[in-house]
């Protein structure tokens, strides 16, 4: 079916419907057919009645308009309806003209008729076909009129031929014309038509895929809600279940610490009193043998009970449980201690102590418990592990920090294992420390208060020379000093 | 001299082991007059019953522990020197002594160490 020029082509897909040109001449068709054979049966009886004989013209253009008025029935029948608008119009239009054979060219009103095919031509094909229609049926009449004979016609005067000639051109380029405004207007209006029609069935396709995706996502967005909310709720779940593993950890460890700490220290303090307080027990007489015993009795005790404060301050560190009370101290009264604790543990060894620090150090922040801790670990570990030279325990004040040191002419340590040490539980394996019970967390936790302290650590060592270990604690700020003196 | 060995001491301890201990070191070896109760709330009412001279304070007690024993006997009018004795290293002495203590001795030190304490602070009482 071919479709009205000019108009877009119809969205894939679609069911082919009846164009507007198609459905106007498939509206037209029947009244105009029916009233033209109205006029043929009015024509042909009257012919018959009048039994007219003059020529067989008459009959021939009358046979002729019945088998255009049939074939065009039945191509309408056969949904056809270019193909019978075609032969309408064409034949409603050259049909007249064949009338001048029998009435000539003036006056015959019969060749006005043709203008009724320029209008169905416009109507029933297309508003271009009007003009095609027109045209042709000119160039027939002008044929007509330069070849005399041809249908039988006389030979026209030129007056005669001017006069119907543009009588006829006026008429039917006019029809043809003003056909083609109309046309072409209602043309104009149904093509926008039909273009919004699709343009708004494209837009309706969009919208609805548009919907369907927004409703796609809003689903989405529902199940990772869903989701979202079921695992808060395992956060939560998890969170609770951490603090609760955390605090019975944390209350775990404060009841062990005193579980274990009270035999231990009713172990110590009987073998103590055993060995310093003999006349405690009804003055029986322990021998020197027996007593000796319980001496080792208790050093084991106070060694065990170091190994687990060791243990426990680690666990307390590692729980992020160490708390800090850090205060404005003075480190020359702790040094001092240290140096009288040191001198007890060499006893009669033959080690100098040298004290390399000078007698008003600036205040350092840091908790007193902690700093002896960390300052009898050094000094004990020196003192194990020197068998003659010297032990220097000094200290250098530098900006913001006070640098620590303590020295020592000991069996020193391997370049391998100073990297180790100060991890927990490695302890440098060799016949010296083997020959030392000792315990590995020592250094461990001696790093660890220092790092909380916001202090750094580090070791110089050579083996067989001695070792120094380092480190920092920072320097109260002069406000903090100020304060601390008001107070 | 007499009126020291003739000192009363109250010892406070809720472990009973350490208890009997520590009473035999300070009744045999420093010859005080020592009675010895288990609790915070039984000492409040020992020492008002009869008044020490000195009451030696174990810290970790469950119920009333060191620190709400010495508040409560001190709210109470006792003037007697108190020492805290304890193995819980977390406090330094100092901290004791700003709580009320008038004396720290560790129990991981020597039980020489708690004889001398309290005589000194006997003597300067």
């Given at each position: 079916m071919k479709l009205p020029s000019g108009t877009p082509p119809p969205p894939p897909g679609q069911p082919p419907t009846l164009l507007p040109d198609e459905s106007l001449a498939a509206e037209l068709l029947p009244p105009l057919l029916l009233s033209l054979g109205i006029l043929w049966t009015f024509v042909f009886g009257m012919l018959m009645l009048a039994r007219y004989q003059a020529d067989a013209w008459p009959y021939v253009l009358t046979l002729s308009l019945l088998a255009i008025i049939w074939s065009a029935a039945s191509l309408r029948q056969r949904t056809r309806l270019r193909a019978a608008g075609n032969i309408l119009a064409y034949g409603l239009a050259l049909l007249p003209l064949f009338s001048i054979a029998s009435f000539?060219?003036?006056?015959?009103?019969?060749?006005?008729?043709?203008a009724l095919g320029v209008v169905a031509a416009g109507l029933l094909i297309s508003p271009g076909a009007a003009l095609r229609v027109a045209a042709l049926a000119l160039a027939t009449l002008l044929f007509l009129v330069l070849f005399p004979?041809?249908?039988g016609q006389a030979r026209p005067s030129l007056g005669e031929a001017l006069a119907l000639l543009a009588t006829l051109t006026l008429l039917l380029i006019g029809v043809a014309a003003l056909i083609w405004a109309a046309a072409h207007h209602v043309r104009g209006t149904i093509r926008w038509a039909i273009e919004t029609a699709w343009k708004s069935e494209r837009r309706e396709a969009l919208l609805r895929k548009a919907q369907e995706d927004y409703e796609r996502a809003l689903r989405e967005r529902d199940q990772l809600n869903d989701r979202l909310i079921r695992q808060s709720a395992e956060l939560d779940a998890a969170r609770a279940a951490a603090e609760a593993a955390y605090r019975s950890k944390s209350n775990f460890m404060a009841t062990m610490s005193h579980e274990l700490r009270t035999p231990l220290n009713i172990i110590i303090g009987f073998s103590s009193a055993m060995v310093d307080h003999p006349e405690m027990y009804d003055d029986a007489q322990l021998s020197p043998a027996v007593i000796a015993d319980l001496a080792e009795i208790r050093r084991s005790g106070q060694h065990l009970l170091g190994l687990i404060n060791d243990i426990l301050d680690l666990a307390r560190v590692e729980a992020g449980r160490l708390e800090l009370h850090k205060t404005a101290m003075p480190l020359n009264p702790v040094f001092e201690e240290m140096l009288r604790t040191a001198q007890t543990l060499l006893k009669e060894r033959p080690v100098q102590l040298r004290s390399e620090f000078a007698p008003d150090l600036p205040l350092v922040l840091a908790d007193e418990t902690r700093v002896r801790q960390i300052l009898l670990n050094l000094v004990s570990n020196a003192c194990k592990f020197t068998n003659h030279g010297e032990i220097a325990l000094g200290a250098r004040a530098d900006t913001y920090e006070l640098v620590i040191w303590v020295r020592d002419t000991g069996i020193g340590i391997d370049a391998t294992d100073q990297a180790r040490i100060f991890n927990q539980f490695e302890q440098v394996d060799s016949e010296d420390t083997r020959k030392h019970t000792g315990t590995g967390l020592g250094l461990a936790i001696f790093r660890w208060l220092v790092e909380l302290h916001d202090g750094r650590v580090w070791l110089e060592s050579a083996l067989g020379r001695g070792s120094i270990f380092y480190f920092t604690l920072p320097r109260v700020q002069p406000a903090l000093a100020a304060g601390e003196k008001a107070a | 001299m007499a009126e020291l060995l003739m000192a009363r001491v109250l010892l406070v301890d809720d472990v009973y082991t350490a208890r009997s201990m520590i009473e035999r070191v300070l009744a045999r070896v420093g010859g005080y007059e020592v009675q010895s109760v288990g609790s915070g709330a039984e000492a409040i009412t020992a020492a008002l019953a009869t008044p020490p001279d000195i009451i030696v304070l174990d810290i970790s007690m469950a119920g009333m522990d060191g620190i709400d024993t010495l508040q409560a006997l001190r709210h109470n009018g006792l003037v007697c020197p108190i020492l805290a004795y304890t193995?819980?290293?977390?406090?330094t002495p100092g901290e004791f002594v700003a709580q009320g203590f008038d004396a720290y001795v560790s129990k991981?030190?020597?039980?020489s160490d708690l004889l001398a304490t309290v005589r000194e602070q006997l003597a300067s009482h």
């Open positions: 000539g060219f003036l006056p015959n009103p019969l060749v006005y008729l043709s004979g041809l249908i | 193995a819980r290293t977390e406090r991981n030190g020597n039980l």
